[in-house]
């Protein structure tokens, strides 16, 4: 994977952070990744840099002995009507456990956020992570049709049925009822959007990459908020000091990070170009730490 990171460009990756936020085709996306197939590098080694490799990737297994996985609908009323979601528990837990909610990026729930719940799992917490596509048939298996399944539903709901599985988690019989949350670059922004609505009832998120809340919606966070940017995501990195002004004026436990030659997606693993393997290492740590601390303490 690091050799793939380091043989392509941060122009290549761009185009690849263009195409997954709806900027352009997937044709448009192909052509363009031409110009990168330079110094003996094909088209074909450029497009494999860039796209997800879910089964490559994967650090535990679908069917690990030592976690319990399983699919769950949850009612949304408010939303789309129901949301449905991939859960995950130790195996062997005996009482009630801490949950976690862990939020996609903008393509549904793919096979490389379904192995992130189960990482967690694997630290001793309840991981639940709902699918956003639910109510368009949910994740079709392809992180194009994801993409372009994902830009159909009506976000307003969406939000809603995130909402209503961060409930759900808390009011299950087998957690402990103190949760937090963690997401993705668009996960991200709802994590910090279930920090502002979900006020007490919510006790950590950690955002990756995410979009930050309104600064008049800052004060209504109770949550401890941990924020991971990579350096060179320069649209976010930017909007930060203003996040964490607003987190400090608010009294609001928080820490935030900016990860030295990381770009945005450093955490996911399955895209090589992107992933920043010493970045993740440090920010997940950081996230069991947080969750632990203000979750589980």
Same mark, same amino acid.
């Given at each position: 994977?690091?050799?793939?990171?380091?043989?392509?460009?941060?122009?290549?990756?761009?185009?690849?952070?263009?195409?997954?936020?709806?900027?352009?085709?997937?044709?448009?996306?192909?052509?363009?990744?031409?110009?990168?197939?330079?110094?003996?590098?094909?088209?074909?080694?450029?497009?494999?840099?860039?796209?997800?490799?879910?089964?490559?990737?994967?650090?535990?297994?679908?069917?690990?002995?030592?976690?319990?996985?399983?699919?769950?609908?949850?009612?949304?009323?408010?939303?789309?009507?129901?949301?449905? !979601?991939?859960?995950?528990?130790? =195996?062997? %837990?005996?009482?009630?456990?801490?949950?976690?909610?862990?939020?996609?990026?903008?393509? !549904?729930?793919? +096979?490389?956020?379904?192995?992130?719940?189960?990482?967690? #799992?694997?630290?001793?917490?309840?991981?639940?992570?709902?699918?956003?596509?639910?109510?368009?048939?949910?994740? +079709?298996?392809?992180?194009?049709? !994801? !993409?372009?399944?994902?830009?159909?539903?009506?976000?307003?709901?969406?939000?809603?049925?995130?909402?209503? #599985?961060?409930?759900?988690?808390?009011?299950?019989?087998?957690?402990?009822?103190?949760?937090?949350?963690?997401?993705?670059?668009?996960?991200?922004?709802?994590?910090?959007?279930?920090?502002?609505?979900?006020?007490?009832?919510?006790?950590?998120?950690? +955002?990756?990459?995410?979009?930050?809340? =309104?600064?008049?919606?800052?004060?209504?966070?109770?949550? =401890?908020?941990?924020?991971?940017?990579?350096?060179?995501?320069?649209?976010?990195?930017?909007?930060?000091?203003?996040?964490? %002004?607003?987190?400090?004026? =608010?009294?609001?436990?928080?820490?935030?990070?900016?990860?030295?030659?990381?770009?945005?997606?450093?955490?996911?693993?399955?895209? +090589?170009?992107?992933?920043?393997?010493?970045?993740?290492?440090?920010?997940?740590?950081?996230?069991?730490?947080?969750?632990?601390?203000?979750?589980?303490?």
């Amino acid at each position: 994977m690091e050799t793939k990171q380091s043989k392509l460009p941060a122009e290549a990756i761009e185009l690849y952070n263009l195409y997954i936020h709806g900027g352009m085709s997937r044709r448009d996306f192909l052509e363009g990744a031409r110009q990168f197939a330079v110094g003996g590098l094909t088209v074909a080694a450029v497009v494999e840099g860039l796209l997800p490799n879910y089964a490559e990737a994967q650090q535990v297994p679908k069917d690990d002995k030592r976690l319990k996985t399983d699919y769950q609908t949850v009612p949304s009323p408010q939303g789309n009507g129901s949301i449905k !979601g991939y859960l995950a528990r130790p =195996a062997g %837990a005996s009482g009630k456990l801490p949950g976690i909610l862990v939020i996609h990026e903008n393509r !549904g729930l793919n +096979p490389h956020i379904e192995d992130v719940a189960r990482r967690i #799992a694997l630290e001793n917490f309840m991981a639940f992570a709902p699918d956003g596509l639910t109510s368009v048939g949910g994740y +079709p298996g392809d992180d194009d049709k !994801g !993409g372009e399944l994902f830009r159909t539903v009506d976000r307003t709901k969406m939000m809603e049925d995130f909402v209503a #599985a961060a409930k759900w988690l808390k009011a299950r019989p087998d957690c402990t009822g103190k949760i937090g949350a963690t997401g993705f670059c668009f996960g991200g922004g709802v994590a910090n959007h279930l920090a502002v609505v979900m006020g007490a009832d919510i006790a950590a998120v950690v +955002p990756y990459y995410g979009q930050a809340p =309104a600064a008049a919606d800052v004060p209504k966070i109770k949550a =401890a908020v941990l924020v991971h940017h990579g350096e060179t995501d320069t649209r976010l990195v930017e909007a930060w000091p203003a996040y964490e %002004a607003a987190l400090k004026a =608010a009294g609001v436990t928080h820490e935030g990070h900016i990860y030295p030659g990381a770009g945005h997606g450093f955490n996911n693993d399955a895209t +090589p170009a992107r992933y920043n393997k010493a970045a993740a290492d440090q920010a997940w740590k950081r996230t069991i730490e947080w969750f632990n601390q203000h979750v589980r303490g």
